[in-house]
Each structure stands twice: as structure tokens, then as C-alpha cells.
């Protein structure tokens, strides 16, 4: 498998708390005790250094590394001093992604079936465009190389899935949990993910990585096509009545049983 390497640049568990995220618009519906969760903070601190190594640490880094790892995802050292691995991305999409109208949108099963497909057309060249989500919490692997930069991981996800959107929409955030607090810090375009993997080790816990949308503001609708926004509308429409639903069923449920406590219960 080919690495991915330096490019020109160019310009849930059911929950008891319903909630709906749609383009940034967030409803929140009912709320009752759940198992605790660990607190996310934005942008925390992370704990581990990052320091230059020589060519001999950067070895020997990388045999305890592939010691320590349960897969054949192994890290390699090549002879120019570099070296290449591969780095799972979790792709935390709350939005719609856009892909050409002539094209089925992939699943994950298709993206793992052709891990080499060059890059798709750009957003400037497709003039019809169908927007869907993503799978929810969908997982890639990606074989990268150490001087492979945050800015061209983001352009082959979206390259495997065909997204046509602008990369600078989203950002790859690295996570890391920390006494029950979940960490999450916004990569720099030119940070170096595999270097980041290398230094932390294998484990997921002490760090992985996050594909989320690059912004935290208001949604500019006016962006948007009239096609895109009825479908948005429609997306919504069928969130609502689901959501709806699942109320309406969990309070019938809740009436039913204190009809019948009230039933069993002797009079007087």
C-alpha cells in the first residue's frame, strides 16, 4: 500500500437525553440520569512532548512501537532517515458532506476496497452535487509517511469518500483522555500525525485522532444551493419525527406502568 506523502499545496447508545444535531442547530429534548461520560474540553492540554530525536532514538522508537502493537499495522523505517505507518482517523461528522450527483456515495466497505483511488474532482469542477452523512463514528486507516502533514490526511479522507468539499472545512484534532477528561487539540495543517503516533505509542487512549468540521460559529446557509437546502430540510424533518416518536413512546411506556401500579394497588 502506498504511503500517503507531501503534496504541492493548493490555495450511539440510546440515551435517555434526546438529541438532535443538525448544521449546528442543536435541540435538546428531556434529560434523566445516564452513566457519567468523561468531560470533553476543547483545545486542553496534552501531556506528552514532542521532541526532535536523533536517527537512533527515532529506531528505536519504532521497535517499541511495533512490539507493543496486536496487528500488522507496523511502522517502517526507510533508508533516507523517514519512516511510514499507518494512523486511524474517527470521523465525528455532525454535518452533511457533499459528493458528486453522478456518483453513489461510498461506504466504508468501498473506500476499503480501493485504499488507492487517486484524488477525485475538486470543488470548483463539479457543478451537481448530492449531500448525505457519512457513517456516524466511521473509522479509516490511513498509510501515511512521518513528513505526511495534518492538511493532506484531511485531502485523502475526503479523496476516499469523494467528498468535493473544501478541505479547509474540517480539521484533524488529536485526542487524548486524561483522569476522566477527554482532551482534544486542533492540529496545525503542517503538524506531522505519524511523528505525533510515534511519540505516544500505539494506544488509542493516550492518543488518537478526529476528523470534525473546522468551525464552532453560526452555519452560513446563504452557502448553500436551493437543492441542498430542502434536502436539509427533509433530513430534519425525518430527525424531528423520529425523535418524536422515540418521546412519545417512552412517556406511553412510563403512563402504562403507573396505571398498572395503580391497579395493583388496594383500595383504601
Wanted: one cysteine or more.
Amino acid at each position: 500500500m502506498a504511503a500517503i506523502g507531501p503534496r504541492a499545496k493548493k490555495p450511539s447508545d440510546q440515551s435517555s437525553s434526546f438529541s438532535v444535531s443538525f448544521q449546528g442547530l442543536f435541540i435538546i429534548v428531556g434529560q434523566s440520569k445516564q452513566a457519567p461520560q468523561p468531560t470533553s474540553l476543547e483545545d486542553g492540554p496534552v501531556e506528552w512532548e514532542t521532541p526532535d530525536l536523533s536517527q537512533a532514538e527515532i529506531e528505536q522508537k519504532i521497535k517499541e512501537y511495533n512490539s507493543q502493537i496486536n496487528s500488522n499495522l507496523f511502522m517502517s523505517l526507510n533508508k533516507d532517515g523517514s519512516y511510514t505507518g499507518f494512523i486511524k482517523v474517527q470521523l465525528k461528522l455532525v454535518r452533511p458532506v457533499s459528493v458528486p450527483s453522478c456518483k453513489k456515495p461510498p461506504s466504508l466497505q468501498d473506500a476499503r476496497r480501493n485504499p488507492g483511488r487517486g484524488p477525485g474532482p475538486g470543488p470548483g469542477s463539479v457543478r451537481r452535487r448530492t449531500s448525505f452523512y457519512l457513517p456516524k463514528d466511521a473509522v479509516k486507516h490511513l498509510h501515511v509517511l512521518s513528513r505526511t502533514r495534518a492538511q493532506e490526511v484531511i485531502e485523502a479522507l475526503l479523496r476516499k469518500f469523494l467528498v468535493v468539499d473544501d478541505p479547509r472545512k474540517f480539521a484533524l484534532f488529536e485526542r487524548a483522555e486524561r483522569h476522566g477528561q477527554v482532551y482534544l487539540r486542533k492540529l496545525p495543517d503542517d503538524e506531522q500525525p505519524l511523528r505525533l503516533r510515534l511519540l505516544a505509542g500505539p494506544s488509542e487512549k493516550i492518543l488518537s485522532f478526529v476528523l470534525k468540521e473546522n468551525d464552532s460559529g453560526e452555519v452560513n446557509w446563504d452557502a448553500f444551493s436551493m437543492p441542498e437546502l430542502h434536502n436539509f430540510l427533509r433530513i430534519l424533518q425525518r430527525e424531528e419525527e423520529e425523535h418524536l416518536r422515540q418521546i412519545l413512546q417512552k412517556y406511553s411506556c412510563c403512563r402504562q406502568k403507573i396505571q398498572e401500579a395503580l391497579h395493583a394497588c388496594p383500595l383504601g
